[in-house]
């Protein structure tokens, strides 16, 4: 079956720096996509990967890597506002997306 | 200009009541999509329609039924609602179902939560 793992919860501090990991099983491989929603909100793109390695954009990093079917998120300077769900989702062979379950980050002071 | 935009927001109903959702697209994207997400946040496809042609149904009760007039359309019938239906509801739409370069990157609605008593 398709499975795609990301931890259920994590907590950090604001200032720090926060590494969200997702791995990944799925028929195929067609892109990891990492997506934010804060609580009551709807998904929005943070980003994408189909090639190993790192793709940074500002204070948010995120790698792939395909042999091992791991990905993270990495989430610098924390600020209170980076409180959201984190959601990992894969592209399988049909184009077809596979969702993790999300992870909750909670930024405290 | 709000890119998807699915109404209503809030929707309260009775068990055994027929409901609707309305998502229109302004982006210009070829396919649409509806999620269900649940009280657990997790976002479970329900249907995807790419120029007005389901391609992707999942395993969803035949009292849900999607209709796409035309590809900047999708709305969603749900017949003889159930508790188990209660949840929020996303419309989002992509460039492409199978493009590469991620124009497959979804742009989502603000959601529908539907509550049903």
């Known amino acids: 079956g398709q499975n795609i793992d990301q931890p259920t919860e994590m907590t950090a501090t604001e200032g720090a720096i926060v590494q969200i990991n997702c791995t990944y099983q799925?028929?195929?491989?067609?892109?990891l996509f990492w997506y934010q929603q804060h609580a009551g909100e709807a998904p929005t793109f943070l980003s994408y990967n189909v090639l190993d390695g790192l793709e940074e954009k500002g204070r948010f990093s995120s790698f792939l890597s395909r042999s091992k079917g791991y990905s993270y998120l990495l989430l610098k300077e924390l600020q209170m506002k980076d409180s959201a769900s984190y959601l990992c989702?894969?592209?399988?062979?049909?184009?077809?997306?596979?969702w993790g379950a999300g992870t909750k980050l909670i930024i405290k002071p | 200009d709000t890119a998807v935009s699915q109404t209503p927001k809030y929707l309260v109903t009775q068990m055994g009541n027929d409901k609707s959702i309305k998502c229109e697209q302004n982006l210009g994207h070829d396919t649409m999509y509806w999620y269900k997400q649940d009280s657990k946040k997790f976002l479970k496809i329900m249907f995807s329609y790419n120029n007005k042609e389901l391609i992707i149904n999942e395993t969803v009760p035949n009292r849900f039924s999607p209709k796409s007039p035309d590809k900047a359309h999708l709305n969603l019938h749900i017949n003889s609602l159930e508790l188990g239906d209660s949840a929020v509801y996303f419309c989002?739409?992509?460039?492409?179902?199978?493009?590469?370069?991620?124009?497959?990157?979804?742009?989502f609605g603000a959601g529908s939560r539907l509550t049903v008593l």
């Open positions: 989702a894969v592209t399988d062979s049909n184009y077809q997306l596979i």
């Open positions: 799925t028929s195929g491989f067609n892109g």
């Open positions: 989002a739409s992509s460039q492409e179902f199978s493009g590469g370069s991620g124009a497959n990157v979804l742009t």
